[in-house]
């Protein structure tokens, strides 16, 4: 099994070489980067790429451990029993299977997506540590223990919210997604915009990455937001020339609302403007 990329997800040689190195050891694909730098779509594709069934699990606040192996409904049971209901006497009636648990016995190798892990507590790493790597878990409950018909594809996405412990990262392959070089970038708008315009693409690109390179930024701009942008400068008509203009008053760039997405950012360019104008005086 070879991921290679497919013809929506560009994906650049040393990512291809991270995600066959992941699945030729066995071990999980932790992926970093950026937000808006494909990790999570990564996930999606690779299970396109080998026609293997995907399993998501979107990580929250939250979510604890034990959510991804199953989860015991006793209240639920005892109101049955309660009201004298047959199924209360089989405790695997209240038992819910979780992400885990359905990609351990899964027909087929599955693809097993664990979405930004870094946003539950420090421990939440840690409590899968045992099930990851020996690919079997005990269901108290019923005293059996599920084992992994096959083992999953597993890959896992952070944006460095929080620091994982080191003995989670010692049974992960690790890679960051670097933010896309301008050629790449030209290749992934190809893909979402057939057809685009060159001459817009080129300016609206060389603007971008401007927008990314001003110093004191809170959030730079990332590729979901680019294609946002050149999405609304089509509907929107705007023309290239609109776009090359370097008049002070309109340093902010056209639909900026796409690209900038918190006040600090737009007070940025809005000072950067005026410093530009007493400047020119």
């Known amino acids: 099994m070879r991921f290679e990329g497919t013809g929506a997800y560009i994906a650049t040689d040393d990512l291809k070489v991270a995600v066959n190195a992941a699945i030729a050891l066995e071990r999980p694909l932790l992926v970093k980067g950026e937000p808006g730098t494909g990790k999570t779509v990564l996930a999606i594709e690779i299970a396109k790429a080998l026609a293997a069934p995907l399993i998501e699990w979107h990580i929250k606040s939250t979510t604890k451990a034990l959510q991804g192996l199953y989860e015991y409904d006793a209240v639920t049971r005892l109101r049955d029993s309660q009201l004298g209901d047959t ?31 870094d946003k539950a507590d ?18 108290y409950e019923t005293g059996e223990t599920i084992h992994a018909r096959r083992r999953p594809i597993v890959v896992i996405t952070s944006n460095n919210e929080k620091e994982l412990p080191d ?24 893909v979402h915009f057939p057809g685009i315009k060159h001459r817009l693409v080129a300016e609206a690109l060389k603007l971008f990455y401007e927008i990314r390179d001003v110093p004191g930024m809170k959030k730079k701009p990332s590729t979901s937001e680019l294609l946002d942008w050149l999405k609304l400068l089509m509907v929107e008509d705007i023309s290239v020339e609109t776009l090359r203009e ?21 007070h940025l360019f809005e ?10 005086r």
Not at 90 to 95: A, H, L, T
Not at 271 to 280: D, I, K, N, S, Y
């Open 87 to 117: 199924r209360a006497k089989d405790i695997r009636n209240y038992i819910k299977r979780g992400k885990l648990w359905e990609a351990f016995v899964a027909d087929e190798r599955p693809v097993l997506l664990i979405d930004e892990i």
């Open 122 to 139: 420090i421990e939440f790493p840690n409590d899968l540590l045992q099930e990851l790597d020996r690919m079997e878990f005990f269901v």
């Open 167 to 190: 003995a989670f990262l010692r049974r992960c392959f690790f890679h960051y997604i670097r933010f896309p070089d301008p050629d790449t970038m030209r290749a992934i708008v190809e």
């Open 246 to 266: 370097r008049d002070p008053k309109r340093l902010i760039p056209p639909l900026h609302g796409a690209l900038l997405k918190n006040e600090q950012d737009v």
């Open 271 to 280: 000072r950067l403007a005026f410093m530009t104008r007493r400047e020119g």
